[in-house]
């Protein structure tokens, strides 16, 4: 078995480049949306993106859709605040798809044992913008973002790069760079 884990994270533009590749999609349920007697509060559960028909998916109702469907898929994800985690190939070769992720139900937020690769990206607050509203600490699913004293505190070692802090953020001072 390969070192690498199989998911890693990635901003919604990284992962645009990557569908630019692709012209067939298939979806299926999400495993840990399905497995969640409670059931996701956050979004959907087919919101597994898929690129190839005949490798399998962690959940059931695999179908092929079109590029439309995936733009939904894209649009909720974003709305919802969901985390790309493109996955890959069991050669870890290539990238086979995406999940869409939550603090809610998702596997990897909530058993730490679960293994997922640092996306490319990392984020950089300019702290002198920063007006400590703590938008950015309620879309960070992955804590590196908190509230102390009032005043906005970044880890960024705890940092995944996904860029949700900065797509919610109303004064624009976050920014994504490649990770050094």
């Known amino acids: 078995?390969?070192?690498?884990?199989?998911?890693?994270?990635?901003?919604?533009?990284?992962?645009?480049?990557?569908?630019?590749?692709?012209?067939?999609?298939?979806?299926?349920?999400c495993g840990c949306r399905e497995?969640?007697?409670?059931?996701?509060?956050?979004?959907?559960?087919?919101?597994?993106?898929?690129?190839?028909?005949?490798?399998?998916?962690?959940?059931?109702?695999?179908?092929?859709?079109?590029?439309?469907?995936?733009?939904?898929?894209?649009?909720?994800?974003?709305?919802?605040?969901?985390?790309?985690?493109?996955?890959?190939?069991d050669d870890r070769t290539d990238v086979d798809g995406s999940c869409f992720c939550c603090d809610d139900c998702c596997g990897y937020f909530i058993d730490p044992k679960e293994k997922c690769d640092k996306g490319a990206m990392i984020e950089t607050t300019k702290v002198e913008d920063c007006t400590d509203c703590g938008a950015c600490v309620d879309a960070c699913h992955f804590k590196a973002r908190k509230m102390a004293d009032g005043k906005l505190a970044v880890d960024r070692e705890q940092c995944y790069g996904c860029g949700l802090c900065r797509d919610v953020c109303p004064t624009d001072c976050i920014e994504m760079f490649p990770r050094p």
């Open 35 to 89: 497995g969640n007697e409670a059931g996701c509060k956050r979004s959907r559960k087919d919101v597994c993106l898929i690129f190839k028909g005949d490798i399998g998916s962690s959940g059931s109702g695999k179908k092929e859709v079109t590029r439309a469907d995936v733009d939904a898929i894209l649009k909720e994800a974003e709305e919802k605040r969901l985390v790309t985690r493109p996955f890959r190939n």
């Open 1 to 29: 078995m390969s070192a690498v884990p199989m998911h890693y994270v990635s901003t919604r533009e990284e992962f645009s480049e990557i569908l630019k590749k692709h012209d067939r999609f298939w979806v299926s349920s």
